[in-house]
């Protein structure tokens, strides 16, 4: 088989942006969550409330709780996404001890607040890209797929156990309130990044549907065909109907536009979806 340069470099741009994404949560854990002793949530959560209550290195836990989720992941949601995954729970591993714990904001609330920004940052980053940081992350995407529903959501609600667990282990309220500011900002920052799970449908009007057709067909999506006819013009033209992903916008849109830069193109977003609707891995 031969080797394809490009598909190289796209693959090792992506190990490349998840191991940024794994220093950014390793930023947010070590400068602003640690230093107040807040929660991130997750794996990584039940890793700091261990090290808080009981003591231990915080990075080293968070890596062997993570393992049998990975193992999970496996099973369930592929090879390359767990792989990935596993760059990006080993990266913030290293990451983590390499970058000292240090108060960056004396302010609990701002450090709650952008340690949430930081950590939900780096975790979409790693969703964006066909992996996770590890943890709750692999369990909730595979949650998603078997429900469709949003990732951030998920952990945001899975991270509720934890908060509570904290708060139960340190009877301080406060410390579990802030925590949850923190993984709320996270959850929400991370539905931002990651649009996997958001519906568009795309009408478009076309001359050249057989080419654009065949490219489409690619993606697995269904597609339906309407003949219709120009108010003004008269002319008749095929019209390609197909609800899509919003992560897969930007390549829908190239695809039209290099076939048939003329091409009317009409999207909305899609409220919901009864039926059969093939979904990727995550």
């Known amino acids: 088989m031969p080797f394809n340069v490009n598909s190289a ?44 209550i009981f003591g231990g290195n915080i990075s080293w836990l968070y890596f062997v709780l993570n393992l049998p989720v990975l193992v999970w992941g496996w099973k369930v949601l592929g090879r390359r996404f767990v792989l990935l995954s596993m760059v990006s729970v080993v990266g913030t591993t290293i990451a983590l001890q390499f970058i000292p714990v240090k108060t960056l904001a ?91 799970h958001i519906k568009i449908t795309a009408f478009i009007v076309t001359k050249e549907s057989d080419r654009i057709l065949a490219k489409m067909l690619e993606h697995k999506r269904g597609i339906t065909i309407i003949r219709t006819r120009g108010a003004y013009t008269t002319n008749e033209q095929d019209m390609l109907m197909t609800v899509t992903t919003r992560y897969e916008l930007a390549e ?29 891995l995550p």
Do not use: C, W
């Open 106 to 196: 004396d302010d609990i609330v701002l450090a709650s607040v952008f340690g949430g920004l930081t950590v939900g940052f780096g975790s979409g980053l790693a969703l964006r890209y066909g992996g996770s940081s590890g943890g709750f992350d692999i369990i909730a995407s595979i949650l998603s797929r078997k429900r469709d529903l949003p990732i951030g959501m998920i952990i945001f609600v899975l991270n509720g156990a934890v908060i509570a667990a904290l708060a139960i282990f340190t009877r301080d309220p406060d410390i579990a309130l802030y925590s949850l500011i923190s993984i709320f900002t996270a959850g929400k920052v991370v539905d931002l990044i990651h649009v996997r």
């Open 9 to 52: 470099a796209r693959q090792l741009a992506v190990v490349l942006l998840t191991l940024v994404s794994a220093v950014l949560v390793a930023i947010g854990f070590n400068l602003l969550l640690i230093p107040h002793q807040l929660l991130s949530g997750g794996i990584s959560g039940i890793s700091m409330m261990i090290g808080y």
């Open 252 to 280: 829908l849109r190239k695809t039209v536009l290099t076939l048939d830069p003329k091409a009317f193109v009409n999207i909305v977003e899609t409220v919901g979806v009864i039926g059969q609707f093939h979904k990727p």
